[in-house]
């Protein structure tokens, strides 16, 4: 039963989410809270996990979520691949579907002025729905114990101020032309995890 959930769930976030992986969020972090598949905390670590790794962001991130529900289950090792294998066919099958049929009718797409006109009203909301995600993760990277549900003082107190400039740092290290070529992502993402090793592990800083 937890497979046929999995897989509704990961179809309806592949079929409304517009926008790529990260306008997908907002999806996924209802989904994960509502059926306690994962804890905020650990959905903020998947995310690091997933954009770190090889491959499309959002397919990754499937692709850990349902390991993750999978192996819950009493099938173990095995569960957690067939929930991996659920989560990943079940968020891109929207998109496989709805591709073959525009590649077969680019042309009727492409001049129709109701299909332009949706595009330029969905893309609004494709931005939203990403600074939302933006908003969700830098805030709980940064506020880790705060809960916008019930907020309290002690969860201000715990204010991540080394998560802070690290975010301020890399933000526009992002940005910045070497030769006219911008700094690679797996470069940055390297060297952010070079500098959490030493700062959180080594160092043992408060997190």
């Known amino acids: 039963m937890i497979y046929l959930v999995l897989f509704w769930e990961y179809f309806k976030v592949g079929l409304f989410t517009i926008g790529g992986g990260y306008a997908m969020l907002p999806?996924?972090?209802q989904i994960v809270t509502k059926h306690n598949w994962l804890t905020e905390q650990q959905l903020i670590d998947f995310i690091g996990v997933a954009e770190s790794t090889p491959g499309p962001f959002?397919?990754?991130l499937a692709?850990?979520?349902g390991n993750t529900v999978g192996s819950a289950t009493s099938l173990g090792v095995f569960g957690g691949i067939l929930g991996s294998l659920i989560a990943t066919f079940a968020v891109v099958l929207p998109s496989l579907v709805i591709i073959i049929v525009v590649t077969l009718l680019f042309d009727k797409f492409r001049s129709n002025r109701y299909v332009r006109g949706?595009?330029?009203?969905?893309?609004?909301?494709?931005?939203?729905?990403?600074l939302s995600a933006v908003f969700t993760v830098a805030a709980k990277v940064i506020l880790p114990e705060f809960d916008?549900?019930?907020?309290?003082?002690?969860?201000?107190?715990?204010?991540n101020w080394i998560s802070l400039i690290i975010i301020c740092v890399f933000a526009p290290l992002s940005q910045i032309r070497i030769q006219g070529k911008k700094i690679h992502p797996i470069c940055?993402?390297?060297l952010s995890a070079v500098i959490g090793i030493v700062l959180f592990g080594a160092f043992r800083l408060q997190q």
């Open 188 to 190: 940055l993402i390297l």
């Open 58 to 60: 959002a397919i990754n």
């Open 63 to 65: 692709t850990f979520v």
């Open 118 to 130: 949706a595009l330029k009203g969905i893309r609004p909301v494709v931005v939203g729905l990403i």
């Open 27 to 29: 999806l996924v972090t």
């Open 148 to 159: 916008f549900k019930h907020i309290r003082a002690d969860g201000v107190s715990q204010f």
